[in-house]
C-alpha cells in the first residue's frame, strides 16, 4: 500500500471469521504505508522518492535494458554470504543494483566488493579497490553513463536525477551510507571542485556535504552533484513550470501550478532548493508559522486497572486470533485523556493525536464510541483529530489490552526486546501528545526576483 487509510463503520476489516489469515484492526488500515493514514510519512517514502525520481530521468534508458544475474547468486534467503546483485545493460552502458538487506534476517557488512562486467568487447572492473557494503544498503551504480557528451565509466554512489538543460545538465548523485563516493573518468576528462585524485582516473567525493564538480571532456561538459546520504532521502524533485526542482526538507512538500513550494511543517519549515547559477542550496523564504506551540503532553489518568488476560483467544493455522470487542471492554486497563487544555484543536492546520503505549491491542473512544485501534508494534499510534472527531470538548479514554508473556504473538525487534525485559504481562502508556501541522508557502516576491536574477546572469536552467 502506498497510503494507508482507515476503515469504515459495519464490519469491512479482514479476519479469520471472513476466511482471511490474519485477524486485523477494526478500524486502523495503515499497515506502516509509505504515507499514513494522517498524511504522516514513513521513511520507506523518502527512499521511494529517491527510487520513483530515478526512473523519471533514466528509466528510458533502463527499460530496454535486459536483466543479467552474476555466475553466483545466493543460495537462498538464509544465504548471509553471498552478495546480492544484478546488472540491467544495452551491452555498452548500464547500471548494477546492490540490494545487501533482507527483511527480518539481520546481514553483516559485506567485507569486499568488486564487480567484473563484460560489456561488448570490454571489461569493467569496478571499484578499483574493494570495497565494504554496510548491510541495509540498497544501491544502484551506473557503468558507463554518458550524459551531455561525458562518459562516467563508473561511480559507487547511486544516480538520483538529471538536472537543468540538456545542453548543460546536472548530474545528481546520492551517496550510500559508509561507502566513499568514488568516480571513474575517461582519459582526458577534467574535473573541477571538492574532488580527490586517487590514481587510474578515480577521484573520490568527501560526502560529508553536498559537493558540486564540473567535468568536461572534449564532446562536451556537465555538472555533478553529490549528496550525503543522510540528505539523498530528504531529496524532492518536483517538476515545475520552469523544469525540475530539486529541494531539500524532511516534511511533506509540493508545488503548485505556479511553480511556488508549499508544504506542511510542524513549526517553522527547513526547506533549500538547488540553486543551480551557484552550485549550492539556498534556504527557501518561508513566513514563520503563526503559532509556536506545535506539541502539547497530554494529561492521562488510569480509571481502570487491567483484569488478567488469557494466553491466547484462539489461532487459525498457527495465527493467533485477535481479541474481540466483549473481551478488550471487560479486560483492558482504561486511561482518560484531557485534550481541554491543548488549545489548538479546531485551528487552521492539521492536528494528530500520538500515543505511545505498549501492549496487545488499544482502542480509543471518543464520547463513548470507538474511532480508533490498534495492533501493537512498538512504533507510536498517531490518529488524525478531525477525522476521529477530537474537539476541545470530547472525552477521551482509551483502553489497552496486555500483552501476556506467553503470549504467541510475533514482534518486531526493538519491541520484542521491551516485551523480553518485562517478567510479567505488558501494558504501558508512555506518552499522549497532541502536535499541530501548518501549512505554508515560500514567499512570491522573493521567488520572482530570484527568478530575474538568474535570466539577466543568461541562465537558462532553475535558479
Known amino acids: 500500500m502506498f497510503a494507508g487509510g482507515t476503515n469504515p463503520p459495519g464490519g469491512f476489516q479482514e479476519s479469520q471469521a471472513t476466511g482471511y489469515p490474519n485477524d486485523l484492526p477494526v478500524i486502523d488500515y495503515d499497515f506502516h504505508a509509505p504515507i499514513g493514514a494522517t498524511g504522516r510519512l514513513a521513511p520507506s517514502f523518502g527512499l521511494l522518492r529517491r527510487q520513483h525520481a530515478f526512473l523519471a530521468a533514466f528509466g528510458d534508458r533502463l527499460a530496454p535494458m535486459p536483466s543479467t544475474l552474476p555466475d553466483d547468486v545466493p543460495a537462498g534467503i538464509e544465504d548471509s554470504e553471498t552478495l546480492r546483485w544484478a546488472m540491467r545493460s544495452d551491452g555498452h552502458s548500464g547500471f548494477v543494483f ?248 479546531g485551528a487552521e492546520g492539521h492536528s494528530e493525536l500520538e500515543i505511545g503505549w505498549a501492549g496487545d491491542v488499544a482502542r480509543l473512544l471518543i464520547d463513548g464510541s470507538l474511532v480508533a485501534d490498534r495492533f501493537w508494534d512498538g512504533s507510536p499510534w498517531v490518529i488524525d483529530t478531525h477525522d476521529a472527531g477530537i474537539g476541545p470538548d470530547s472525552e477521551l479514554q482509551l483502553q489497552i489490552l496486555p500483552l501476556p508473556k506467553d503470549a504467541k504473538v510475533g514482534l518486531p525487534l526493538e519491541a520484542q526486546q521491551r516485551r523480553d525485559a518485562l517478567d510479567g504481562d505488558l501494558a504501558a502508556l508512555d506518552k499522549a501528545e497532541l502536535l499541530h501541522w501548518t501549512t505554508w508557502q515560500e514567499n512570491p516576491a522573493i521567488r520572482r526576483r530570484a527568478a530575474d536574477c538568474a535570466l539577466k546572469a543568461g541562465q537558462t536552467e532553475s535558479p
Open 98 to 345: 546492490i540490494t545487501w538487506h533482507q527483511p527480518h534476517l539481520p546481514l553483516p557488512d559485506y567485507a569486499a566488493a568488486q564487480f567484473s562486467l563484460s560489456l561488448n568487447e570490454d571489461t569493467v572492473t569496478f571499484p578499483a579497490n574493494p570495497v565494504s557494503i554496510p548491510s541495509g544498503t540498497i544501491a544502484t551504480w551506473p557503468v558507463n553513463l554518458e550524459i551531455a557528451g561525458v562518459r562516467l565509466t563508473w561511480a559507487t554512489a547511486s544516480p538520483l536525477t538529471l538536472l537543468g538543460p540538456a545542453s548543460s545538465p546536472t548530474l545528481v548523485l546520492a551517496a550510500d551510507a559508509g561507502i566513499m563516493p568514488q568516480l571513474c573518468l575517461p582519459e582526458g576528462t577534467s574535473v573541477k571542485g571538492p574532488a580527490f585524485a586517487l590514481g587510474d582516473n578515480v577521484y573520490g567525493v568527501d560526502a560529508a556535504e553536498p559537493a558540486t564538480l564540473t567535468v568536461k571532456s572534449t564532446e562536451g561538459s556537465m555538472n555533478i552533484l553529490v549528496l550525503p546520504s543522510e540528505l539523498a532521502d530528504q531529496a524532492w524533485v518536483l517538476e515545475t513550470p520552469r523544469g525540475r526542482d530539486l529541494v531539500l526538507s524532511g516534511d511533506p512538500l509540493w508545488a503548485g501550478e505556479d511553480g511556488l513550494l508549499a508544504g506542511r511543517s510542524l513549526g517553522a519549515a527547513s526547506v533549500r532548493r538547488y540553486a543551480g547559477g551557484t552550485g549550492q542550496f539556498e534556504d527557501v523564504d518561508i513566513p514563520a508559522p503563526e503559532t509556536a506551540r506545535v506539541r502539547v503532553a497530554l494529561g492521562a489518568e488510569r480509571i481502570r486497572n487491567a483484569k488478567p488476560v488469557p494466553a491466547s483467544f484462539g489461532s487459525l493455522a498457527g495465527r493467533a486470533a485477535a481479541p474481540g470487542d466483549a473481551a478488550i471492554a471487560e479486560l483492558a486497563e482504561v486511561y482518560r485523556i484531557d485534550v481541554a487544555t491543548a488549545g489548538f484543536l
